[in-house]
């Protein structure tokens, strides 16, 4: 069974720092492409930042500087170090994998939520 399991996240007042944390299973890992998502109340989902097989990151523009993605292949995790943190980055964060290119579903975890207020 293919599964993401998020964790690690809360609340933290502005300025500070948050890491989110995705455990993968039925999947092999070091093969996919790992992104974070996030989905903030009234908006849609935005993706937040990507991690390729060979350790290539990207992220969106309001993120950069701030948000680090990392992966450790030997424990099928991701992880999402946030710094530096605002108000507008209140929202529930979801761990994904893209696979419908190569003819299998995505997969998305349940989300955690984090919220940023003083």
């Known amino acids: 069974q293919v599964q993401l399991v998020e964790s690690g996240g809360g609340w933290v007042q502005p300025g500070g720092s948050l890491r989110l944390s995705c455990t993968a299973s039925?999947?092999?890992?070091?093969?996919?492409?790992m992104n974070w998502y996030r989905q903030a109340p009234g908006k849609q989902r935005e993706w937040v930042a990507g991690?390729?097989?060979?350790?290539?990151?990207n992220y969106v523009d309001p993120v950069k500087g701030r948000f680090t993605i990392a992966r450790d292949n030997a424990k099928n995790m991701v992880y999402l170090q946030m710094n530096s943190l605002k108000p507008e980055d209140t929202a529930v964060y979801y761990c994904?994998?893209?696979?419908?290119?190569?003819?299998?579903?995505?997969?998305w975890g349940r989300g955690t939520q984090v919220t940023v207020s003083s």
């Open positions: 994904n994998t893209i696979r419908r290119h190569i003819g299998l579903p995505d997969v």
């Open positions: 039925g999947i092999i890992f070091s093969e996919y492409t």
């Open positions: 991690i390729t097989s060979g350790d290539r990151t």
